[in-house]
């Protein structure tokens, strides 16, 4: 059944062939073709006069093989302004403007198909699917000064203190009403009478602190037994949890990033969004009137300087800016992993790194003159290449993986700890000293007040 398919398809692929050859409006022709600077899926080197000279990446290696197999030529151009293509003051620019003008035959770069450009330009069989997202300064070290609370969430911590009091409440009522109602068997000792003094005694078991005996109040004291002894097995599993957590907080830190999708950015105090001026994810935020994209738009017309001229596709300019550390840089993903592989081999450190949530997936082609009659050839030239699987060849070899991508939620385990790892202890241990201080001095100047109280009652 299988062999049967692909004998099928491979007739079809040549009956195909066969008809376009027949009709074949490339061959023999010389075609302007107009491109862009979109590393990795373009590469354009210019001379000291600024000419296209030669030209590499995804996009290049599919227009050389378009011209091999369809026996044409052509020579690149890039549009004045720099620009894809925006309808701006009731007209295009860009690329997609000379093509409307119809200055070029064809757009070679990573250009987002659209309804608006549709409507102006025919876009051929997309070759990628490329998401947007932004690079971000590099995430930071989670503060150990906060390490010693971290094992367990605020409402643990709440759920631990009312569970001491609820213990201590319940003991020190038992000893209450039994040394009350039942005096003869009483024998706990006037201080299991005090209610600090039973705190303590929990306080002591969920600290390892050793020293205080569980409370008894004589023969008849299984009640309270049976609540310290059950506090006791619940404070072996708090003592292990916490004790394994903090571990993992103070030798392995988690690296938190300073944003991790658009809602953090648009609430963000630290990072600014800056985007490519006249893009496609810039038309999508200024015209919304809603929502997260809607806050983003109003950021960008609040500062201007934040939509970034064509000079940004250059990926050493883009990166500079990027690493001053203030804004959030949206673009397609593609081309931000281009620059982190740039950083990287630059510093040879993660200085920069990818935001955790990508934005907006688009299907990216190329694109022709509206009713233009190479189309069709240049199409059925798509499928061939996906077909023999040049394209995924040429994915492989253009498209790397940084190092600095995903290490958000990763952190390198510390060999030895030093006094950074243990700051919130220290701080802890001196915040502790000091309010002791506070609370020595205060009892101090309580004694010698009562104390001048009683002399001059005395005289």
């Keep these: 059944m299988f062999a049967a398919w692909a004998l099928f398809s491979t007739m079809a692929l040549v009956l195909a062939e066969i008809h376009f050859e027949k009709v074949d409006h490339l061959y023999g022709k010389h075609l302007i073709v107009a491109t862009a600077d979109l590393n990795p ?37 890039e549009s004045s302004d720099g620009y894809f293509g925006a309808f701006v003051n009731g007209s295009w620019n860009g690329m997609v403007g000379m ?32 998401p947007m997202s ?41 000893m209450k009403l039994i040394h009350k109602y039942m005096p003869e068997y009483y024998d706990g000792g006037t201080s299991n009478l005090h209610f600090w003094e039973n705190f303590m005694y929990y306080f002591g078991i969920i600290s390892s602190q050793a020293g205080r005996t569980m409370p008894s109040i004589g023969p008849l ?21 916490y004790s394994g957590c903090l571990t993992s907080f103070i030798t392995i830190p988690k690296l938190r990033p300073l944003i991790e999708s658009l809602d953090d950015l648009a609430t963000s105090v630290d990072l600014e969004l800056t985007i490519l001026k006249n893009s496609v994810f810039e038309s999508m935020i200024l015209e919304a009137t809603s929502g997260t994209y809607k806050a983003l738009g109003e950021s960008l017309r609040n500062n201007p300087q934040n939509r970034l001229p064509k000079d940004f596709l250059e990926p050493e300019i883009f990166l500079k800016h990027a690493l001053i550390g203030r804004f959030a840089m949206v673009d397609q993903k593609s081309f931000l992993e281009y620059v982190l592989n740039l950083a990287f081999k630059t510093s040879g450190k993660c200085d ?26 240049i199409d059925q030239g798509f499928q061939t290449m ?38 919130g202890a220290f701080l802890f241990l001196f915040v502790g000293i000091g309010i002791s201080f506070a609370v020595f001095l205060v009892e101090n100047m309580w004694f010698y007040m009562q104390k001048g109280k009683a002399l001059m009652t005395t005289d």
């Design 99 to 130: 093509a409307v003008r119809k200055e070029i035959d064809l757009v070679a770069t990573q250009l987002t198909t659209t309804y608006a450009r549709s409507k102006v330009i025919d876009f051929t069989t997309s070759f990628s699917k490329d």
């Design 221 to 241: 004291g299984h009640a309270t037994r049976l609540v310290a002894a059950t506090w006791c097995l619940t404070a072996v599993v708090f003592i292990y949890l």
């Design 134 to 174: 932004a690079i971000i300064p590099a995430p930071k070290e989670d503060d150990f000064m906060a390490a010693i609370v971290k094992p367990f969430q605020p409402g643990v911590w709440a759920l631990i203190m009312i569970s001491m009091f609820s213990a201590t409440l319940v003991t020190f009522t038992f």
């Design 352 to 377: 920069v790194t990818l935001m955790k949530q990508e934005v907006v997936t688009s299907l990216d082609s190329m694109a022709v003159q509206k009713n233009s009659i190479y189309l069709a050839q």
């Design 386 to 423: 996906a077909a023999l699987g040049l394209q995924n060849y040429w994915e492989k070899r253009f498209l790397k993986i940084p190092k600095c991508e995903g290490n958000l939620e990763k952190g390198v385990a510390n060999p030895r700890l030093t006094l950074a790892n243990l700051s």
């Design 41 to 77: 899926y373009m590469y354009v080197h210019h001379d000291d006069n600024g000419t296209i000279v030669s030209a590499d990446g995804i996009v290049n290696e599919m227009m050389v093989w378009l011209a091999q197999r369809y026996h044409f030529t052509f020579h690149y151009v």
